[in-house]
């Protein structure tokens, strides 16, 4: 049995095939490319998978690393699946579980991506990797390159998290800061490598194997749930490839038999500051239109523009699901309220999450029975000025109440 099944390249649009052995970026009339594997040559079975390592690696079958020797891994994978009782009491929903990335080397569940996008990359002879970011995916791809010994370039907006940058620098990237948002960024990464030798574009979509190791979440979470899907799972979604994955990886699994049942309803979350996906959604468009004036605190979904903006759409309509937006005000409570209950301190992408289930749920669309999954993708201490501590100091010699 091969290490890898990977049959060839499709692209998202035209259904035209394109050779995987190669280094790929868009198809030739601009849209992503999905990895595509000849699932009847799986012959793995879930009983054996469980005794391999808990990491991603262990669907390495479904994923596009044809040669172990090539795996570029920090231990990434298999985060914990956590029920939340008090909160979802809270919320009225009883039957509340978040899939917890803020657990993966790098703290967000861009490592995945970085993961098996860097791995192949390296597989294919690519010397360094370039992208625009919002920054846990740049921080994750330097971080990742580095372990490969490869270069990267990384360009994200100034106003990205300080440690993203921190991260990006420790591990050695070549890192620009940029005056604008994360497609000012995108343009000025695309228009630098064309003056740079054996250096791939990896920003979002623009290689196909990204989201190979982002629906690894997807493979995660029904495997933890004795491989089975939940009834609902939310997810934050800026560029969108987070709830592409897990959409694909439930289709895959249907098509291996691995998993019976219906899919779940899938919810693609953003912030109201930029909300395109939802507004595409609601005005039941195709494509998004960017938003003149985007900004939210929830700085990983600031993407005016996503290039899988219809992937996304596609995902959640064929799901019976559907796409909100919420307030920072609102998921700046969710995260300090869900931290209270659980001692959970997630990410405001997260936490945006967290305030769309009780917007669903007091509007009716959550009828409070459902096991709902809610994706926290990445730590609350990437972001540490969304919680502010103004407190006055205490004497040493003085008394506590």
């Known amino acids: 049995m091969a290490f890898s099944e990977l049959a060839h390249l499709e692209c998202s649009r035209t259904g035209a095939t394109y050779d995987a052995d190669v280094v790929q970026g868009l198809s030739d009339v601009g849209a992503p490319l999905l990895a595509r594997y000849d699932l009847d040559a799986v012959t793995v079975t879930p009983a054996e998978i469980a005794t391999r390592p808990p990491d991603l690696w262990r669907y390495h079958e479904v994923l596009p690393v044809r040669d172990p020797a090539h795996v570029v ?13 008090r909160h979802g009491e809270r919320l009225g929903v009883p039957n509340l579980v978040m ?5 993966v080397p790098t703290g967000a569940f861009k490592a995945r991506g970085a993961a098996v996008g860097v791995s192949r990359a390296r597989e294919l002879g690519v010397a360094g990797v370039a992208m625009p970011t919002n920054g846990n995916a740049g921080a994750a ?9 490869m270069r990267a370039l990384i360009a994200m907006p100034v106003d990205a998290p300080q440690i993203t ?16 948002l994360i497609g000012d960024a995108g343009r000025l990464v695309a228009e630098a ?26 493979y995660e979470i029904a495997e933890q749930l004795g491989w089975r899907f939940p009834d609902v799972l939310l997810y934050p979604t800026g560029g969108g490839v987070g709830i592409i994955a897990i959409h694909k990886a439930m289709l895959e699994l249907q098509q291996l038999g691995w998993v019976q049942g219906d899919l779940p309803r899938l919810v693609a ?7 395109p996906i939802v507004e595409a959604y609601e005005a039941g468009a195709e494509e998004s239109t960017a938003p003149d004036d985007p900004h939210t605190v ?3 979904i600031t993407v005016p523009k996503a290039l899988g903006d219809f992937l996304v759409l596609r995902a959640v309509r064929e799901t019976d699901g559907t796409a909100v937006a919420v307030t920072d005000e609102d998921l700046l409570a969710a995260q300090r309220s869900l ?17 769309a289930v009780g917007q669903l749920r007091e509007a009716g669309w959550l009828r409070g029975e459902e096991e709902v999954v809610v994706l926290n993708t990445g730590t609350g201490l990437i972001y540490p000025d969304t919680v502010l501590v103004d407190l006055p100091v205490v004497p040493k010699d003085g008394a506590l109440p």
């Open 73 to 85: 891994t920090l231990g990434e994978g298999m985060t914990p699946l956590l029920r939340l009782p």
């Open 99 to 103: 899939k917890d990335e803020g657990l």
């Open 141 to 149: 791809w330097a971080a990742y390159a580095a372990r490969a010994g």
């Open 165 to 180: 940058r921190r991260e990006c620098v420790v591990t050695g990237a070549e890192l620009h800061l940029v005056d604008g």
């Open 193 to 218: 490598i064309t003056r740079r030798e054996g250096y791939q574009d990896t920003a979002t979509l623009k290689e196909p194997y990204r989201i190979e190791g982002k629906k690894t979440m997807g």
């Open 269 to 275: 979350v953003q912030a109201t500051g930029c909300a």
């Open 298 to 300: 929830a700085f990983g």
């Open 339 to 355: 931290a209270g209950d659980e001692g959970t301190w997630v990410c405001p992408e997260g936490a945006a999450c967290f305030a």
